[in-house]
């Protein structure tokens, strides 16, 4: 695979200023660091998963309007909220690696799709599973259903190109320009429920207003996001240290401490 020589000058000449974050753009130094924050992101989304479910399923009061099955909006917003994060992240990404040609940013964007697929199927499937027994169907043709169905299929889209490329370089910028056009659907399902009349319910959190539920139910969602965002950036991490132990398996055999060698 060819390499931009400028790239390849990045972290040395950072280490030389003195080091700072802009080293971790190499691949061979990012490797390492990965496998260091692995464990400690994945403990932390495990304590704070399991918080945020005891104060969502057991401390929250019941809904006046909805009952139980309400219980459910803990894991189907902070899945929604995750959905359209990551894809923004991946797009930003997509266009670090377009303009700068950094490899990571590449990896990266490679390496956080199925976790995005995974959490907008999960706000799919938990949204069918709450319209239910409030809409009285699993499915309605929606704004912000057809929309977020939308970005399922692309990151879905995403993968496949991915996958079916067989030139990375091309895999690359064909992924990153498919991105960068879906953004658009992002702010779509975000402003859907105030540009069209839907039988989706509005925002419960916004930063204009004050919320619209009980602090133990927002408290009980905050932490179930937090969880999501730790979960995600664990996994991310790991898929794209997969990623570099691939494309580049000198610089893992470089960044390998004696335990790993062995």
Avoid at 100 to 107: A, D, N, P, V, Y
Avoid at 172 to 177: E, L, Q
Avoid at 203 to 215: D, K, R, V
């Amino acid at each position: 695979m060819h390499k931009h020589p400028a790239l390849d000058s990045i972290a040395p000449a950072a280490s030389a200023a003195g080091g700072g974050w802009l080293r971790y753009a190499s691949p061979a130094l990012f490797y390492p660091l990965a496998g260091r924050l692995i464990p400690w992101l994945a403990l932390a989304a495990a304590l704070l998963a399991c918080a945020g479910l005891y104060v969502g399923l057991a401390v929250a009061p019941t809904d006046s309007q909805q009952g139980e099955v309400y219980r459910i909006l803990f894991i189907h917003v902070a899945a929604a909220w995750m959905s359209m994060f990551l894809y923004l992240v991946m797009a930003l990404y997509a266009a670090l690696g377009l303009v700068f040609h950094t490899r990571l940013s590449f990896m990266m964007m490679r390496a956080l799709a199925p976790t995005g697929a995974l959490f907008t199927f999960l706000t799919l499937w938990t949204g069918a599973l709450w319209g239910k027994p409030t809409w009285g169907a699993w499915w309605v043709w929606d704004a912000r259903l057809t929309s977020e169905l939308i970005l399922l299929f692309l990151y879905l889209g995403f993968m496949a190109l991915q996958a079916a490329a067989e030139d990375t370089q091309r895999a690359d910028r064909g992924g990153a320009i498919l991105l960068l056009a879906g953004v658009i659907n992002v702010p779509i399902i975000y402003f859907s429920v105030r540009w069209w009349n839907t039988l989706h319910q509005g925002a419960s959190i916004n930063l204009t207003a004050a919320p619209s539920m009980a602090n133990i139910m927002v408290a009980a969602m905050l932490l179930m996001v937090a969880a999501f965002w730790l979960y995600s950036a664990a996994a991310a991490l790991a898929r794209v240290r997969g990623i570099i132990a691939e494309r580049e398996p000198g610089a893992t055999r470089a960044a390998r401490t004696p335990r790993e060698a062995r």
